[in-house]
């Protein structure tokens, strides 16, 4: 009898071990048919009255309707968030954790609430969302809340000082996530916040709002504007916001920059990313292919800081492809509301259509495409994980970032060629390596010029570990104690510029 091949070995192994539907109740969370403007601790409509609706990718279904902001809204949030200054920095650091203690408690007590609401407006899976963004959320607001009576021994002078008003702006990949990673630290350091969370993801801050109302944070320290690009560039342009911190594409971090410069604002970037997956020929080779899984295909590659570069060692490429393509068929695709779901749905329309051309320029290109075998729903946005063999650092699937659910695989055969590879990208984000050595794992991740390398493992977070990036992938640090440097001016007086 003929030998099975890896695809139809994994689906006979899928078959065998099939399981039934396990959805999460949509009925924990109660989304209310349209949501205001959060400014000076109530919710207003926008000064226009514009309005936007937000839809779930994985259905298209209309969520909510919710307020667009404009020049004048952000005029009133910057004014409140101004205002609740004086009073908040003049607060004891002491005072000030008890409020985010509050709010990390109250995240964990709403947690399973929140993780429903996060997979029904962006479209990944609930086990993500419950198991790795909530409880990272309300950790980050736990550390923080530890280091706010401490900035005196935190490294940056005796006595530093709260900057004033933070201009925020987050992404859609991560939306809770990466409002904890801004808000925390800025008032923990005694700063105020106005944040524009990202159009097709703007439920989860208008959550954390009504949480600042239920801990009782003082009105206008939190201030959450709903919006498209034009809000988030009136925010940033605005003479009176001190600091500005913002995730996202580098484009978009290039214009931000340039709207910055020749002020006096404090900037931290956390850009787009390329990050390169290193498998040397004595690394494990099942533990290896979790590591490139989660590297990639978690939050359906939706992750700046992604694997999306597999660079593995001539000798074991063979071997360790047929065990990632086994692996893939295995992944399951659909609802991200069932339990047992891998791959959720791509966040929008636009995205699909970026991954799709990218995906299509590689085949195009000469790369050679796989995909696992799987069906896509007839809703929603979709892509099948796919991986591309074949391909050279000339090509653009290796070289730009892609941002979604697609894995371009690349060899080498010393650890110089390894290192030389990794480092050939204008990103610099994140890498991973894999090998038992652990003389090797110090010698060649001294050599990798990127923000965060993992070694043996992936995609790991810790709110006390700083996360950013060199070159095209932005500047500045979040997470950790480096987190705090960017909303502090040590030798400046409170909320006043030099």
Not at 1 to 29: G, H, I, K
Request: glycine share 10%; charged share 20%.
């Amino acid at each position: 009898m003929a030998s099975q091949t890896p695809q139809a070995a994994a689906q006979a192994a899928a078959q065998a071990f099939d399981y039934a539907p396990a959805p999460e109740s949509r009925s924990v969370v109660d989304i209310a048919p349209s949501y205001g403007l959060f400014i000076d601790g109530e919710f207003s409509d926008a000064a226009d009255g514009k309005v936007f609706k937000t839809v779930s990718p994985a259905t298209e279904e209309v969520l909510s309707e919710v307020a667009q902001a404009g020049a004048d809204d952000v005029e009133r949030a910057v004014k409140a968030a101004r205002k609740a200054f004086e009073m908040w920095s003049a607060l004891p650091g002491a005072e000030r954790a008890k409020y985010l203690f509050r709010i990390a408690r109250i995240i964990q007590e709403r947690s399973r609430e929140l993780a429903v609401l996060e997979t029904l407006d962006n479209g990944k899976p609930i086990k993500e969302t419950r198991d790795a963004d909530l409880p990272l959320v309300a950790a980050h607001f736990f550390y923080y809340a530890g280091w706010a009576d401490k900035l005196d021994h935190a490294g940056y002078g005796a006595a530093p000082r709260p900057l004033g008003v933070a201009g925020q702006v987050i992404p859609w990949n991560f939306p809770l996530l990466m409002l904890a990673w801004k808000i925390a630290p800025a008032l923990a350091t005694g700063n105020t916040v106005v944040l524009k969370p990202a159009e097709t993801t703007p439920l989860s801050a208008l959550f954390f709002a009504d949480i600042c109302r239920q801990a009782g944070l003082p009105k206008g320290v939190v201030n959450i504007l709903t919006g498209y690009g034009d809000s988030g560039a009136a925010l940033v342009a605005h003479p009176d916001v001190n600091k500005v911190a913002f995730t996202g594409s580098t484009a978009v971090g290039k214009q931000i920059a340039r709207t910055v410069a020749g002020t006096d604002k404090k900037l931290t970037l956390e850009l787009g990313g390329k990050g390169a997956n290193i498998v040397f020929d004595d690394a494990p080779i099942d533990q290896a292919v979790e590591g490139i899984v989660s590297g990639i295909f978690f939050n359906q590659g939706q992750v700046c800081c992604a694997g999306s570069r597999l660079l593995v060692q001539e000798s074991i490429q063979d071997e360790l492809l047929d065990s990632l393509k086994r692996r893939l068929s295995t992944l399951r695709l659909g609802d991200p509301l069932d339990k047992n779901t891998d791959i959720g749905a791509i966040n929008s329309a636009e995205q699909l259509a970026r991954i799709t051309a990218l995906t299509e320029t590689g085949e195009a290109e000469g790369a050679e495409r796989w995909s696992a075998p799987c069906e896509l729903p007839s809703a929603g946005y979709w892509f099948a994980p796919t991986l591309f063999t074949n391909v050279t650092q000339a090509h653009t699937i290796a070289r730009d970032e892609i941002f979604g659910p697609v894995l371009s695989v690349l060899s080498f055969r010393t650890p110089d060629e390894a290192v030389a590879k990794a480092n050939n990208s204008q990103y610099g984000l994140s890498a991973g390596i894999w090998t038992e050595k652990g003389s090797r794992i110090l010698s060649v991740a001294s050599k990798l010029r990127a923000g965060i390398v993992w070694a043996n493992t992936f995609n790991k977070f810790d709110p006390t570990s700083p996360f950013g990036g060199y070159k095209e992938s932005g500047f500045g640090r979040e997470g950790g104690r480096h987190g705090l440097e960017a909303y502090l001016a040590p030798s400046s007086p409170k909320g006043e510029r030099k």
